[in-house]
């Protein structure tokens, strides 16, 4: 019943609406509010706070069917299954009651700032500074590449925090968009994705009261590595979809398109080339069907999500590199939906962790051993030089 309800959804309200979102460069407010009203935000959330109280493998339903159609601009997951899982985890009462009720019904949009100009996949080298100034921070810095950046009416930022001194570290805070001296950047022009509102975010002297810090001040690192495996989870569940979206078009494309007197699905290629496909769809769906439930249990580790993230978006990648193929010049042109999906899915090989740093991410936990006995040996020689 959810899935239909979710196909309906995005057959009747979003398909139509995806020219005008892309020419806006974003997404409708609307869009975030009937997602909210239909109970689609939030889903895994306790009813307590406005969620759905379900489990995450609704969650990953709704990720799926989105992905099925090439639907990128509202970044309904980061909002439900990312940031709202951070609150609900980290979060004071007081914190969850007033952003995750607001969160659910889609009256409030949320951001998640970590990259900035000079470092992404070294998160530990940001720059953005928390000066404690006894009941605030004062905050300044800038993130960039940031998803529903230019909607957002808070952001969750990693910050430094204790500059300079030993309790050094990366602290999470909860900014709210209106707060002065908080800028937002026009969204990016990108080669895809081009109805998503990425943008920078500048922060100039705000204040940003202590209330607002979520976890413990220097925790910020150790939260972010924990919760990165449902946001990579949660990509790898999009490459699904997407693969799946982009076979089950090209299936439709090629048996009605002829070429000498055949239908393209004819020829042994075409047949041989979507086999193919289908076949690594088939052993990706069933490896994420076990990491869902994992998450679901709270057991999915980093390597399992890392391996995830990494194999099921170059098979996406691949996948939809091949269907393109078989569309011939009509794959190449925007009006087809498999040209917009080769487009957009060429940045989950980037986003989330970059596919080389899920690699290291798998090694680390290969080599754990070997790697202990090298950082104390690396510490040891520092001491002694
Ligand atoms: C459309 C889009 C949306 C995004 N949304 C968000 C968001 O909402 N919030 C957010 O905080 N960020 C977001 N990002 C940022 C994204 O997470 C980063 O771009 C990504 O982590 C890579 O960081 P970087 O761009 O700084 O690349 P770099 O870190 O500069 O990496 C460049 C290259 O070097 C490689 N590399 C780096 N270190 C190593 C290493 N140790 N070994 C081997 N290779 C290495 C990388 O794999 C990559 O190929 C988004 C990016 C895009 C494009």
Known sequence: MTRKMIQDFIKGEMIDQVDEWEKNGMVSREIWER?????????????????????????????????????TGPGFSLHSDVIAPYLLKYGTEAQKQKYLPQMASGKMITSLGM??????????????????????????????????????DMSLVAVKTNNGTEKEGVSLLLIESESEGFEKGVPFKKIGMKSQDTCELFFDDVIVPKENLLGEESS??????????????????????????????????????????????????????????????????????????LLSKHKLTAESASMAKYSATDMHNKVVDECLQLFGGYGYMWDYPIARMYADNRVARIYAGTNEIMKILIARGLFKELFQEMKKAAKKNNVRS
Do not use: W
């Open 35 to 71: 997602a909210g009203e239909l109970g689609l935000l939030c889903i895994d959330m306790p009813e307590e706070y406005g969620g759905g109280g379900m489990d995450f493998s609704f969650s990953a339903l709704f990720i799926e069917e989105l992905a099925k159609k090439g639907i």
């Open 115 to 152: 990259t900035e100009p000079d470092c992404g996949s070294d998160l530990q080298a940001i720059k953005t500074k928390a000066e404690d100034k006894g009941d605030h921070y004062l905050v300044n810095g800038q993130k960039t590449f940031i998803t529903n950046g230019y909607m957002s």
């Open 220 to 293: 910020g690192f150790k939260i972010m590595m924990t919760e990165l495996a449902r946001e990579r989870l949660i990509v790898a569940l999009n490459a699904i979809g997407g693969a799946e979206g982009a076979l089950q078009q090209t299936i439709e494309y090629t048996s009605t398109r002829t070429a000498f007197k055949q239908p393209i699905a004819g020829f042994q290629n075409t047949q041989f080339k979507l086999a193919e496909c289908a076949t690594q769809l088939q052993i990706h769906q069933a490896f994420l069907d076990r990491c869902t439930q």
